[in-house]
């Protein structure tokens, strides 16, 4: 399953080097280098909850850097993949089967950030702005 999901990340960066738009600025390149600081710091550190803490910045803030295109450009994202990534921390979180910070970090953040960006996107599409429709898909 790991070597399934590297082999498609790396697809999609492909993918997008060769046929996405725009470019890097200087504060994107900032961001990815804070991004890579705290994958570094999720590799080098020993510690469980600084490790995940590492990790949770780092996606956070690729996840903020996706934002502004997102919410110009919603039809540009998979609605069902964040609603379902959110709903897979959901799962990942109740099977932790202890109340243990450093196991319930991530896939709380996860749950949380995906649900968010799942409700930008159906709202950036008029879905919440027609009434009280929730649904997802």
């Known amino acids: 399953m790991a070597a399934t999901q590297v082999v498609l990340t790396c697809l999609v960066f492909l993918l997008a080097i060769r046929l996405g738009t725009g470019g890097v600025s200087a504060r994107d390149s900032v961001l990815i280098a804070i991004a890579g600081a705290g994958v570094v710091g999720w590799l080098a550190v020993d510690e469980p909850m600084v ?3 590492g990790v949770v910045a780092a996606d ?13 450009d919603p ?11 959110s709903l897979g921390g959901v799962l990942a979180a109740g099977s932790v ?5 450093s196991l319930l970090l991530y896939p709380t953040y996860y749950c949380v950030v995906n649900g968010a960006l799942a409700l930008m996107i159906h709202y950036r599409r008029g879905g919440l702005r027609s009434g009280y429709r929730v649904a997802m898909a």
């Not at 803030?61 to 110009?72: E, F, L, S």
């Not at 039809?75 to 990534?85: C, N, P, Q, V």
């Open 51 to 53: 490790a995940t803490a």
């Open 60 to 72: 956070l803030i690729a996840a903020g850097m996706m934002v502004p295109k997102t919410w110009r």
């Open 75 to 85: 039809g540009s994202e998979t609605l069902s993949t964040f609603a379902l990534a």
């Open 97 to 101: 089967g202890s109340l243990e910070p």
